[in-house]
């Protein structure tokens, strides 16, 4: 059974950074996709950005593209994702999830292809 779970999140001020981690457990098959979503306050949940093991593509959402880093640590079944210049539109609970066979950058953001999902960790950056 696979397991998600994500750490790294907290409070910063605007422009400041933070670096999500997911670790992940149990058997993933390959290629798969994994990636971040976030659900702010009085907002349906959102695709943030997303790593496609296959050729290790990587999207990412307009609001995030040029500030968020999304990257993948195979030797320890982690997946990150690096925050810069964070505002405060950023804050909210940032949830990993993952999918298989793959994802492509028509569908990555598709939330429910995904079919395992962490408890999500808060993001709180305050201006």
């Known amino acids: 059974q696979v397991q998600l779970v994500e750490s790294g999140g907290g409070s910063v001020q605007a422009g400041g950074s933070l670096k999500l981690s997911c670790g992940a457990s149990g058997y993933i098959s390959s290629p798969n996709c994994m990636a971040w979503f976030r659900q702010r306050p009085g907002n349906e949940r959102e695709g943030v950005a997303a790593?496609?093991?296959?050729?290790?593509?990587?999207f990412y959402s307009d609001s995030v593209k040029g500030r968020f880093a999304i990257s993948q640590d195979y030797a320890n079944h982690t997946l990150h994702l690096e925050m810069n210049s964070l505002q405060p539109e950023d804050t909210g609970l940032y949830f990993c999830?993952?999918?298989?066979?793959?994802?492509?950058?028509?569908?990555?953001?598709?939330?429910?292809?995904?079919?395992?999902w962490g408890q999500g960790t808060p993001v709180n950056a305050s201006s």
């Open positions: 999830a993952v999918r298989w066979p793959g994802c492509s950058r028509f569908d990555w953001w598709k939330q429910t292809k995904y079919f395992v």
């Open positions: 790593f496609a093991s296959d050729g290790e593509r990587t």
